[in-house]
């Protein structure tokens, strides 16, 4: 992925911290905390065991079925269909995406997904209904040079 993504200052910023059982992390806009997030735990990328790598990716809307309106994360390398929606539990609810929570109960574990989702979406709603790019940069907590 390319540097100039460092250019935008309205880009989401997931900060991630790894543990043992899940990822959790804090979704930030500029200066604003957003919400708490899970996801699956790092696996070398593998597909629906794995978190997604770190990097700056694009997102975009999508519908379907069975989420609603949700998110695409585009551009993830060897990964398809990663995407935003609420869940509460990663290692049964998710496989390889990103849910964002309101209160985190454990590891990769949290609670009031919908409206800690609800929220993001009005924000990244507004961007994208403004045609501006959404960009989500993800790191670890150890690495806040980005």
């Not at 997931?14 to 043992?20: C, E, N």
């Not at 800690?116 to 009005?122: D, E, G, H, I, L």
């Given at each position: 992925m390319?540097?100039?993504y460092k250019k935008i200052k309205d880009r989401f910023s997931?900060?991630?911290?790894?543990?043992?059982?899940g990822t959790n992390?804090?979704?930030?806009?500029?200066?604003?905390?957003?919400?708490?997030?899970?996801?699956?735990?790092?696996?070398?990328n593998k597909?629906?065991?794995?978190?997604?790598p770190e990097g700056c990716y694009t997102i975009k809307k999508r519908s379907s079925q069975k989420f609603g309106e949700h998110f695409l994360i585009t551009n993830v390398p060897n990964r398809?269909?990663?995407l935003i929606y609420p869940a509460n539990h990663a290692k049964t609810e998710l496989q390889g995406?990103?849910?964002?929570?309101?209160k985190l109960t454990g590891e990769g574990r949290g609670e009031l997904s919908r409206k800690?989702?609800?929220?993001?979406?009005?924000?990244v709603n507004d961007k994208l209904d403004r045609d501006q790019k959404v960009i989500l940069?993800?790191?670890?907590?150890?690495h806040d040079n980005y």
């Open positions: 390319t540097n100039n997931l900060k991630r911290k790894y543990l043992p059982d992390g804090q979704l930030w806009l500029q200066q604003q905390l957003i919400c708490i997030k899970i996801e699956l735990l790092w696996k070398e597909l629906r065991k794995s978190c997604i398809s269909m990663i995406c990103i849910a964002p929570v309101t800690a989702f609800t929220n993001f979406k009005t924000l940069m993800i790191k670890s907590k150890q």
